[in-house]
């Protein structure tokens, strides 16, 4: 209750004129350590498989962008963040094009880990946009990073080139989301 409460009355500072919508509203240290949570999803994935799970999280993210160029105080940012959810979805597509099972092995990932889905959803529930914002553009670097990590250790020239690929699409979001904010 006491999120919504706090959620409730951001809206109510921003629809007043007393906030603005970009404006923080809790410093950066507040924000969840994506690096450590990623990580311990990450662990319960063989290594093999982790590009996968990277992916399906891609989709959750373009599923985030889309619903916030939705959003009324975003109408100025919407093609910005429409091309960021494209961005997400080719990441994923690329990715899971290096596997011939995909869609199986992530309904596996799913079932053993039906978790995984309000992990995603707590790291940004209750929070105003700028905090989701700087949330999502930490998630990009990181993910960039991860995709270079992962082509440095690939054999496969077709991966790595994939997983490069990769990192540039994910900086390219994390720089709107650093600009809007």
């Not at 109510?12 to 690096?35: D, F, H, I, K, Y």
């Amino acid at each position: 209750m006491v999120l919504r409460d706090r959620r409730i009355a951001g809206r109510l500072a921003v629809a007043s004129g007393t906030r603005s919508p970009m404006q923080p509203t809790r410093p950066e240290s507040s924000l969840p350590n994506l690096g450590g949570i990623f990580a311990s999803v990450l662990q319960r994935v063989a290594e093999p498989h982790r590009p996968l799970l990277i992916a399906i999280a891609e989709r959750l993210a373009a599923e985030r962008y889309r619903g916030w160029a939705k959003e009324p105080t975003m109408s100025d940012h919407a093609p910005q963040l429409l091309a960021c959810a494209r961005r997400e979805e080719e990441i994923a597509a690329r990715v899971e094009a290096l596997f011939p099972e995909a869609s199986a092995i992530q309904r596996e990932m799913f079932e053993k880990n039906p978790d995984f889905m309000e992990i995603n959803r707590s790291v940004f529930a209750g929070r105003p946009l700028p905090e989701q914002f700087r949330i999502q553009a930490q998630g990009e670097r990181l993910g960039a990073a991860t995709w270079r990590a992962l082509a440095r250790k690939e054999e496969s020239r077709v991966a790595r080139e994939v997983f490069l690929a990769c990192a540039e699409l994910e900086q390219a979001s994390a720089l709107v989301l650093e600009a809007i904010v």
